[in-house]
């Protein structure tokens, strides 16, 4: 007797990997917005009366707390315990829009602002993430530009916590949506083209281009339509 069971090729095997590795990162960057919401809403009721008076070092210790986390979590991306910190992590990224939230809902229109944000940023997401995935085209090239490009947002936007240009904020925004954007896709690509074979850094990586994008879009927003009356 012959067993008529179709046998999976390569590709067919590497192709239902990918679709695990998509699946499951979707999953959990979806369980991250828990995290995150139950923070910001801590974090709106916060005094973060240091932040604005030193945002230099509280830039910089937010900075070194992340990339301490970041470095626990790619250790143990193989384990659950990975996901607890990624979890983790989310939880004190969501505290840290306190200030930017504090802000936005003193303007009399900062609740529209807000949602406008969130949903700007969902649809951005949805958008990029169909292009990556419907079109499977490799947007790796875009790598070395994306990082040149952050590393010059971080430099200049810790210089402009001294300068306090209205203009270079309103302009450092608007890069930072068009960069963060950038980094959905490229990113998303990453997953479907088989360059990430792990959905928790995945996540993770996709998580901070989300949570960038949207203050970023925030902060264009406040400028561009904040009013105070």
């Excluded at 923070?39 to 008076?53: L, R, V």
């Excluded at 504090?102 to 009399?108: D, K, T």
């Excluded at 309103?170 to 088989?194: C, K, P, Q, T």
């Amino acid at each position: 007797m012959f067993d008529n069971t179709p046998v999976l090729g390569r590709s067919d095997s590497a192709e239902l990997a990918v679709n695990k590795v998509l699946r499951n990162t979707y999953a959990l960057l979806g369980l991250t917005m828990i995290p995150t919401v139950l923070g910001a809403f801590i974090g709106i009721s916060m005094n973060f009366s240091f932040a604005q008076q030193h945002p230099f070092i509280f830039a910089i210790g937010a900075m070194a707390v992340m990339y301490g986390m970041f470095a626990a979590i790619s250790a143990n991306r193989n384990s659950s315990f990975g996901v607890v910190l990624l979890l983790g992590l989310t939880f004190l990224l969501g505290l840290l829009l306190g200030p930017i939230l504090q802000h936005a809902l003193h303007l009399s229109n900062g609740g529209q602002i807000v949602g406008l944000a969130a949903g700007g940023t969902g649809i951005i997401l949805l958008t990029l993430a169909s292009i990556a995935t419907t079109t499977k085209k490799d947007f790796s090239f875009m790598g070395k530009f994306l990082l040149v490009g952050i590393i010059l947002l971080i430099v200049a936007s810790l210089a402009n916590i001294f300068l306090q240009i209205p203009a270079m904020t309103l302009a450092l925004s608007a890069i930072g949506v068009i960069l963060f954007s950038g980094f959905i896709l490229y990113e998303v690509s990453r997953i479907v083209n088989g360059g990430e074979t792990n959905y928790v850094m995945a996540t993770l990586s996709l998580y901070m281009s989300i949570y960038n994008l949207f203050t970023s879009l925030l902060q264009l927003l406040m400028g561009l339509m904040g009013s105070d009356d």
